[in-house]
């Protein structure tokens, strides 16, 4: 017999409420505008940015910049500790679907180590588990979409009225 989730809170849950319609058009912009920043940066260098855990990273910053795991800090730390670890796994055990998970469930601790979580990170950990990139991958395109990821967002926060990012750097 399964237990009553409303036994398990204090509280009752509800979903936040609904954005104003500006409020939406605001944060849809702002994703479309990072997710376009990252594609055109992928075009002009031929450098493989455009990848769904920095595209994840980009849609972060647009829809909550306020948030620890969007900051600069977590997007970089993040990024950069799954990515090392995963290389690591993927050297001992060999790309599979297998060390994907392992990869990408073990990089949560770096990030928590280095208060630095960002959820899209344990992508880029699975990305690396399943092929086996060549180390350079820590560069290119990891660092190099951190930094156009947290630029992007900087850019919007200049931009775009009651919009802030970053909300700290350390």
């Not at 509280?11 to 936040?16: D, E, G, I, L, Y």
């Not at 939406?24 to 990848?51: D, E, H, K, N, R």
């Not at 990273?57 to 620890?68: E, G």
């Not at 156009?148 to 009651?162: E, F, H, T």
Request: glycine residues 6%; proline residues 11%; aromatic residues 6%.
């Amino acid at each position: 017999m399964a237990i009553p989730a409303s036994s398990l809170t204090s509280k009752p849950s509800a979903a936040p409420a609904r954005p104003s319609a500006v409020a939406i058009l605001v944060t849809t912009l702002a994703t479309l505008a990072g997710l376009l920043l990252l594609a055109a940066v992928t075009s002009a260098t031929s450098l493989p940015l455009f990848a769904l855990p920095f595209a994840a990273s980009a849609a972060i910053v647009a829809v909550a910049p306020a948030a620890p795991f969007a900051q600069p800090r977590s997007i970089m730390l993040g990024h950069l500790s799954a990515a090392a670890l995963a290389l690591a796994i993927t050297v001992l055990s060999g790309p599979s679907i297998w060390t994907a998970v392992v990869a990408a469930g073990l990089a949560t601790a770096p990030m928590l180590l280095l208060r630095a979580p960002h959820p899209p990170a344990t992508a880029t950990a699975a990305l690396i588990g399943l092929t086996d990139p060549d180390p350079v991958f820590l560069l290119n395109p990891v660092l190099a979409a951190g930094v156009v990821v947290i630029l992007g967002g900087m850019a919007l926060g200049r931009a775009l009225p009651g919009y802030r990012y970053p909300a700290y750097w350390r």
